[in-house]
């Protein structure tokens, strides 16, 4: 019966790190997993316990550390960028008329449809952009000062 306790414990921890975004309670799920294995094998409270209470802290110290690295962005970690993350701060070519309703713009071989970050803004056909946001399949360009080569 204790090992049932356990498992419906793992599965509401488990159901309650749904609606959470700290990547803890999982941890807690595992270690009641873990307490109901050790009630299933005919060990004590006490000793289901421990087991909970070792296996929850070892998981959080070994495991939750290497999950918030690998879900940084990119820029953060120096790792290269890509998807959404490359295509932020981007430089692009002008192709249709940007302004605040419609245009579009080059950026490495690809079209991609354009606003103006700044409705009142227009860029001309030929002049240069930078991507300041991406908003579903259409980017947000401002003035790109950097040199060209």
Same mark, same amino acid.
């Given at each position: 019966m204790?090992?049932?306790l356990?498992?419906?414990?793992a599965?509401a ?7 959470t ?5 999982i941890f807690?799920a595992?270690g ?8 299933a094998l005919?060990f ?6 421990l087991v +909970? !209470? ?5 998981? &959080?110290?070994a495991? $939750?550390p290497?999950?918030?690295?690998h ?6 970690t120096?790792?290269?960028p890509?998807?959404?993350e490359a295509?932020?701060?981007s430089?692009?070519t002008?192709?249709d008329?940007v302004d605040g ?5 080059k950026?490495?071989g690809?079209l991609?449809?354009a606003?103006s970050?700044?409705s009142?803004?227009? +860029? !001309?056909?030929g002049e240069?952009?930078? &991507?300041v946001?991406l $908003?579903g399949v259409?980017?947000?360009?401002w003035?790109d000062?950097?040199?060209?080569l």
């Amino acid at each position: 019966m204790e090992a049932v306790l356990w498992i419906v414990l793992a599965v509401a921890l488990a159901v309650g790190e749904a609606f959470t975004a700290t990547i803890l309670i999982i941890f807690f799920a595992a270690g009641a997993l873990a307490a109901a294995g050790a009630a299933a094998l005919g060990f004590g409270l006490i000793a289901q316990v421990l087991v +909970f !209470a070792v296996v929850s802290g070892l998981s &959080v110290a070994a495991l $939750r550390p290497i999950i918030l690295k690998h879900s940084r962005p990119a820029i953060e970690t120096g790792d290269t960028p890509f998807g959404v993350e490359a295509i932020e701060g981007s430089r692009g070519t002008v192709v249709d008329t940007v302004d605040g309703d419609h245009g579009m713009i080059k950026i490495d071989g690809e079209l991609w449809q354009a606003r103006s970050f700044d409705s009142n803004e227009t +860029f !001309a056909p030929g002049e240069h952009v930078r &991507v300041v946001k991406l $908003r579903g399949v259409t980017v947000l360009v401002w003035h790109d000062d950097s040199p060209h080569l």
